[in-house]
C-alpha cells in the first residue's frame, strides 16, 4: 500500500500551475534522467525515487522518463483553473486515491513505449473531468497495455474497416478482442445485368467482411483524439 506522502505528492504535480521542467525533461535521453538532481524538484519523482529506491539501471530510467511523461501530458491536459477545481474533489478519499495511485504507477511500468504515458496521460484527465469513471480508465489503461506498435495509428485511421488481406485481418482481429471493432457481415445487392463476369464476381463477394467501432472505441478516439 501506498504511504499518504507519496498521494499528495502526485496530486501537486499534477495540479501544479506549471511544471516546465517536466516538459524538459520529458524531451531528453535515458542517460540524463536521473543524472541532474533537479529532476527531484517534480514532486512525485522524488516521492518515487525515495518510495521505490530507483537506482541508474536502464530500466529504472526508463521507467521515470515515463513517468515523468505521463506528469507533464497530466499538468498540461488541466487547462483552466474550472478544471482544476473540479479535479481536487477526486483526491478528497485518501485510500481510494492510493489505490488508483498504485494502478497508474504499475501500468506505467508496464509500457515500452513512451508514447504510451501520454496516451494514458489524456484518459487520466478525463476520469479527473468526471468524463468516464474509474472502470472505464482502468480498461482503457489495460487496451493500452496491449497495443503493438502502430495498433492505435491504423485504428485511428477510419471508422470503419475492411478485411483485405490476410496481414490485415490479424490486426483487426486482435482490435476486436480488446473490444474495439466489431465484425458486420454485409451482403452486396445482387447486380441485375446478364454478364457472366459480373454474377461470378458477386457469388465470390456476396459476403463482406467489415469490421466498425464500437461504442467503448469510439469514446477512446474521442479522447485521444482531444474531441471528448
Known amino acids: 500500500m ?25 524531451e531528453v535521453g535515458l542517460d540524463s534522467i536521473l ?23 536502464i530500466k529504472e530510467r526508463h521507467y521515470i522518463k515515463k513517468l ?30 492510493k489505490k488508483e495511485l498504485e494502478h497508474i504507477l504499475l501500468i506505467i511500468d508496464r509500457f515500452i513505449e513512451e508514447e504510451k504515458a501520454d496516451m494514458l496521460a489524456k484518459i487520466y484527465i478525463a476520469y479527473l473531468d468526471s468524463k468516464i469513471d474509474w472502470s472505464q480508465f482502468v480498461a482503457y489503461s489495460v487496451v493500452l497495455d496491449r497495443f503493438l506498435p502502430g495498433d492505435y495509428s491504423y485504428y485511428s485511421s477510419s471508422f470503419n474497416f475492411n478485411v483485405q488481406n490476410n496481414s490485415e485481418i490479424d490486426i483487426l482481429l486482435r482490435l476486436s478482442g480488446l473490444g474495439l471493432l466489431i465484425e458486420e457481415t454485409r451482403k452486396e445487392a445482387r447486380p441485375l445485368i446478364n454478364d457472366q463476369l459480373v454474377q461470378k464476381h ?25 474531441f471528448y
Open 68 to 97: 515523468v511523461r505521463f506528469i507533464d501530458s497530466c499538468n498540461k491536459g488541466i487547462v483552466d483553473k474550472d478544471m482544476k477545481e473540479r479535479i481536487k474533489t477526486k483526491f478528497l478519499d485518501e485510500k481510494k486515491s
Open 2 to 26: 501506498l504511504d499518504n506522502d507519496l498521494v499528495k505528492s502526485f496530486e501537486e504535480s499534477v495540479l501544479a500551475d506549471s511544471l516546465d521542467l517536466a516538459s524538459d525533461l520529458a
Open 35 to 57: 543524472d541532474d538532481g533537479v529532476i527531484k524538484d517534480i514532486p512525485i519523482i522524488s516521492a518515487t525515487i525515495g518510495v521505490f529506491k530507483i537506482g541508474s539501471s
Open 202 to 226: 458477386f457469388e465470390n463477394n456476396k459476403d463482406k467482411r467489415v469490421y466498425v467501432k464500437t461504442d467503448f472505441g469510439r469514446i477512446l478516439t474521442s479522447i485521444l483524439g482531444g
